[in-house]
């Protein structure tokens, strides 16, 4: 396609979009004042449904399809970074090398590693009812793992991450997302919507389909992000090129 086919194309979708942009703009509400109609239907919305963090209401309830589309992203990065970094023909595995840590780094590591996991666990379970949340607690989970690797060495990180049960897990917890979605349409209502008993405001098992798909977020958060950095970790540590010779 030509420069100018191009140009014409792209002229009138850009000024389109820029004058629906200028538009909405012009009404928004005066900047620092006190009328806010999105927040004040977001939390009327979320009280309703009995969940307190309006924050997981409008994540997993509200607005739950774009939600699914922005765990789609995250699972599709993790089959990407899976393909890329596969081995090539000219590079082979190489045995990992015991790595020297300070006592202090070693002592602080595994002494934080069970309490950021534990915080991972909180975030995750309590995303419906306080800050945090599925994405949230999932990085922590992930990150937390990883404490092994600076606390000791690339060794022990193998040893406690079972990088296959995680792999799996990934696939689960995101279909499992796409899944949830269809027991609204055996209810008779939309695509993700929220028609599990609400129960209790404020308590565990409070929120319906809110709790559940906030937890299922946790874990491919979790699964995903470690295997991630799993890739990225073996190209890096375990990944040497062949010598011609």
Same mark, same amino acid.
């Not at 191009?6 to 006190?34: E, I, K, Q, W």
């Not at 990407?80 to 002592?107: G, K, N, Y």
């Given at each position: 396609?030509?420069?100018?086919?191009?140009?014409?194309?792209?002229?009138?979708?850009?000024?389109?979009?820029?004058?629906?942009?200028?538009?909405?703009?012009?009404?928004?509400?005066?900047?620092?004042?006190?009328?806010?109609?999105?927040?004040?239907?977001?939390?009327?919305?979320?009280?309703?449904?009995?969940?307190? /963090?309006?924050?997981?209401?409008?994540?997993?309830?509200?607005?739950?399809?774009?939600?699914?589309?922005?765990?789609?992203?995250?699972?599709?990065?993790?089959?990407?970074?899976?393909?890329?970094?596969? %081995?090539?023909?000219?590079?082979?595995?190489?045995?990992?090398?015991?790595?020297?840590?300070?006592?202090?780094?070693?002592?602080?590591?595994?002494?934080?590693?069970?309490?950021?996991?534990?915080?991972?666990?909180? %975030?995750?379970?309590?995303?419906?009812?306080?800050?945090?949340?599925?994405?949230?607690?999932?990085?922590? %989970?992930?990150?937390?793992?990883?404490?092994?690797?600076?606390?000791?060495?690339?060794?022990? %990180?193998?040893?406690?991450?079972?990088?296959?049960?995680?792999?799996?897990?990934?696939?689960?917890?995101?279909?499992?997302?796409?899944?949830?979605?269809?027991?609204?349409?055996?209810?008779?209502?939309?695509?993700?919507?929220?028609?599990?008993?609400?129960?209790?405001?404020?308590?565990?098992?409070?929120?319906?389909?809110?709790?559940?798909? /906030?937890?299922?977020?946790?874990?491919?958060?979790?699964?995903?992000?470690?295997?991630?950095?799993?890739?990225?970790?073996?190209?890096?540590?375990?990944?040497?090129?062949?010598?011609?010779?």
């Amino acid at each position: 396609m030509r420069p100018a086919v191009r140009l014409a194309l792209f002229a009138p979708a850009a000024a389109g979009l820029a004058a629906a942009f200028t538009a909405a703009a012009l009404r928004l509400p005066v900047f620092g004042g006190d009328q806010h109609p999105y927040g004040t239907r977001a939390v009327a919305a979320a009280l309703a449904h009995r969940t307190a /963090n309006a924050v997981s209401s409008v994540n997993f309830d509200q607005r739950a399809f774009d939600t699914l589309g922005e765990e789609s992203i995250l699972f599709a990065s993790v089959l990407d970074a899976t393909l890329l970094l596969r %081995l090539a023909r000219d590079e082979h595995h190489r045995r990992p090398e015991p790595a020297r840590v300070l006592p202090s780094t070693r002592l602080l590591g595994a002494g934080l590693l069970p309490f950021t996991l534990l915080t991972g666990v909180y %975030l995750v379970a309590h995303g419906a009812l306080s800050p945090g949340g599925g994405f949230q607690g999932g990085v922590v %989970l992930a990150t937390g793992l990883h404490l092994a690797y600076v606390a000791a060495d690339y060794r022990a %990180l193998r040893r406690l991450r079972p990088l296959a049960v995680l792999d799996v897990a990934d696939a689960v917890a995101a279909g499992s997302f796409a899944a949830l979605g269809l027991v609204g349409l055996a209810a008779g209502g939309a695509y993700l919507q929220n028609v599990l008993p609400w129960g209790t405001f404020n308590t565990l098992a409070s929120s319906g389909l809110v709790a559940v798909v /906030n937890a299922v977020v946790g874990v491919e958060v979790a699964c995903g992000v470690v295997v991630l950095l799993a890739h990225f970790l073996e190209q890096a540590v375990e990944t040497a090129e062949r010598s011609e010779g």
